[in-house]
């Protein structure tokens, strides 16, 4: 993935290249807000007027209205990570509000993200906040039932066009057995705050309006959010690592991708495609990290095309054994029985 060998990396040197990149500021901050809210209203406007024309149209009008969701989801995203803000209070408001947009509970959310930070490669702290991955030896070892269950999940239909309407819609309704007093209160409120939302659109505009309209913004950015989460950590040439021998550089320059898009694309995204460098500083905000990559070239890592992409979509397991990501099939040839 990268030209550099790990062990060789000065690692202060690293943080000490991120440092000036990690500050907030305030008046970019304040732009994005602006260069995203509005048009993602000025779209829910128009296609409300187009239901009186056609639903196509109001389709065709929910694909930049999806794009302007993730643009949201990203700035949701950054506060997160503190990072979009110098006040944490900001963050935290900022980061309700684009919650109750996007479906996603700020304080929950926040908490299972941070954990996927610390744990991202490590093949002994996977489950929480990422795209379950077994190994190899692990899908053999299950039962036929649970192995076809685990097929089925990674199958791309399911994974893709079902999954972001069971994230968004259903799973981010409710908090974890273990979620604490805050996070709960974080789903509490954000359900709530959706719930606000709705009825008020519903009463100004009509439900069913509301939900022809909500529907397939939510699921086309969903499934481009899904999409774009996948590709940063399903890849070819991945770190992934026992927790013994587990980096934390290593596993954010090897085994985070830069999704490298073209300029629209990086727009729509908030440049989260150059995700190593995200995980390698998360305080960075997301309108620092196309700077911070250009300045270093250190971290100017083989990247991830649109087309080199597809590929990901065949990867379902690790071969932990040749340190790589194979679909079911060449998995049963490598380790038939002879």
Not at 62 to 86: E, V
Request: glycine fraction near 6%; aromatic fraction near 16%; charged fraction near 15%.
């Amino acid at each position: 993935m990268t030209d550099l060998p790990a062990a060789g990396i000065d690692k202060s040197t690293w943080q000490q290249a991120l440092k000036p990149f990690a500050r907030a500021d305030p008046r970019r901050s304040t732009w994005q807000i602006i260069n995203t809210i509005v048009p993602y209203i000025a779209l829910w406007v128009l296609m409300y007027y187009s239901l009186r024309i056609s639903y196509w149209l109001t389709l065709l009008l929910a694909i930049p209205a999806a794009g302007f969701m993730i643009r949201l989801f990203i700035q949701f995203h950054d506060a997160g990570h503190m990072s979009f803000f110098k006040s944490p209070k900001a963050n935290r408001t900022w980061g309700f509000i684009t919650g109750v947009l996007t479906f996603t509970p700020y304080e929950n959310w926040r908490h299972s993200h941070a954990t996927h930070h610390a744990t991202a490669g490590d093949l002994d702290r996977r489950g929480t906040g990422d795209v379950m991955t077994l190994t190899v030896e692990e899908w053999l070892a299950l039962p036929p039932g649970k192995r076809f269950g685990y097929r089925l999940f990674r199958w791309p239909p399911v994974m893709f066009l079902l999954g972001p309407i069971y994230v968004f819609l259903i799973s981010q309704r409710f908090a974890g057995r273990k979620a604490s007093k805050k996070d709960r209160m974080s789903v509490i409120y954000t359900n709530l705050g959706i719930a606000v939302l709705a009825v008020a659109l519903g009463l100004l505009m009509g439900f069913k309006e509301y939900l022809l309209i909500q529907l397939p913004i939510i699921w086309l950015g969903g499934m481009l959010g899904v999409w774009l989460f996948y590709v940063q950590h399903q890849f070819e040439g991945i770190y992934w690592e026992r927790h013994d021998n587990w980096d934390f550089y290593t596993a954010a320059v090897e085994g985070c991708s830069y999704y490298k898009l073209p300029k629209i694309l990086q727009w729509f995204t908030g440049n989260i495609g150059i995700h190593h460098i995200h995980h390698l500083s998360p305080r960075i905000p997301n309108y620092n990290l196309q700077a911070c990559l250009d300045a270093n070239p250190a971290f100017q890592v083989e990247p991830v095309t649109l087309i080199t992409s597809l590929k990901s979509m065949q990867y379902r397991l690790y071969d932990e054994a040749n340190r790589r990501l194979v679909g079911f099939r060449e998995a049963k040839r490598l380790y038939a029985p002879a």
